[in-house]
């Protein structure tokens, strides 16, 4: 069973930034694709990042990319999501999210197998 804790959260002013940090246990997560999802309060979960586990290639939604970075450490099952220059509307609720599915689509939550719990990020205006 794979498990993931994120942390990192917080409130932050708007042009600020935060570090989140996703921790795996029950499985080595090198070859797992990682994704950072985000729930803004009222709304549909949205995609945020990957990392695939091969070739270490990113990806981001138009609305990060540029401001919010996805980088991993496989020595300690643990991925990160830099996030610079934060807006208001980056208020959300943030999960980490993995799958050995290397070929489903990284940008859709139904991709992915295990979840985090979350946490929260808050950015005032």
């Known amino acids: 069973q794979v498990q993931l804790v994120e942390s990192g959260g917080g409130l932050v002013q708007a042009g600020g930034s935060l570090r989140l940090s996703c921790v795996g246990s029950g499985r080595t997560f090198s070859r797992y694709t990682m994704g950072w999802f985000r729930q803004p309060p009222g709304k549909e979960r949205e995609f945020v990042a990957a990392s695939w586990w091969s070739g270490g290639s990113t990806y981001y939604a138009d609305s990060v990319k540029g401001r919010f970075t996805i980088s991993r450490d496989s020595t300690k099952n643990t991925v990160y999501l830099q996030m610079n220059s934060l807006k208001h509307e980056d208020t959300a609720v943030y999960y980490c999210?993995?799958?050995?599915?290397?070929?489903?689509?990284?940008?859709?939550?139904?991709?992915?197998?295990?979840w985090g719990q979350g946490t929260q990020v808050t950015v005032s205006s």
């Open positions: 999210a993995a799958t050995m599915g290397g070929t489903r689509p990284a940008g859709v939550a139904g991709s992915y197998d295990y």
